[in-house]
């Protein structure tokens, strides 16, 4: 069992920056990866980025490269989501998440997810 926390949500105008925040806890040791996820009111729920915790390797999704950055601190247990240039159409409830296994995350599956912190960009 993981338990994952997410912080660093709030309202920010367009073009503005915000950097999230995702500390897990628990059975930590059992975590290959952790990333975040999105859900924007009548939306479906859509992958933004991953890294993996041993080696570092990030992906995101085409909609936030280049103006997201997702960084680890092992120490902590804490993953970070550094946003950038925010559009309003960043605006959306987002989700961390945790996997065991390779490939899970970015295919939707995680094993574990957060309750989420809700980012509004102004326009």
């Known amino acids: 069992q993981v338990q994952l926390g997410e912080s660093g949500g709030g309202l920010v105008q367009a073009g503005g920056s915000l950097r999230l925040s995702c500390a897990a806890s628990?059975?930590?040791?059992?975590?290959?990866?952790m990333g975040w996820f999105r859900q924007a009111p009548g939306k479906e729920r859509e992958f933004v980025a991953r890294?993996?915790?041993?080696?570092?390797?990030?992906y995101y999704a085409d909609s936030v490269k280049g103006r997201c950055t997702i960084s680890r601190d092992n120490a902590k247990n804490t993953v970070y989501l550094q946003m950038n240039s925010l559009k309003p159409e960043d605006t959306a409830v987002y989700y961390c998440?945790?996997?065991?296994?390779?490939?899970?995350?970015?295919?939707?599956?995680?094993?574990?997810w957060g309750k989420g912190t809700l980012v509004t960009v102004s326009s």
């Open positions: 890294i993996n915790w041993s080696g570092g390797n990030t």
């Open positions: 628990g059975r930590t040791f059992s975590v290959y990866a």
């Open positions: 998440a945790a996997a065991r296994l390779p490939g899970t995350l970015d295919n939707g599956v995680p094993d574990y």
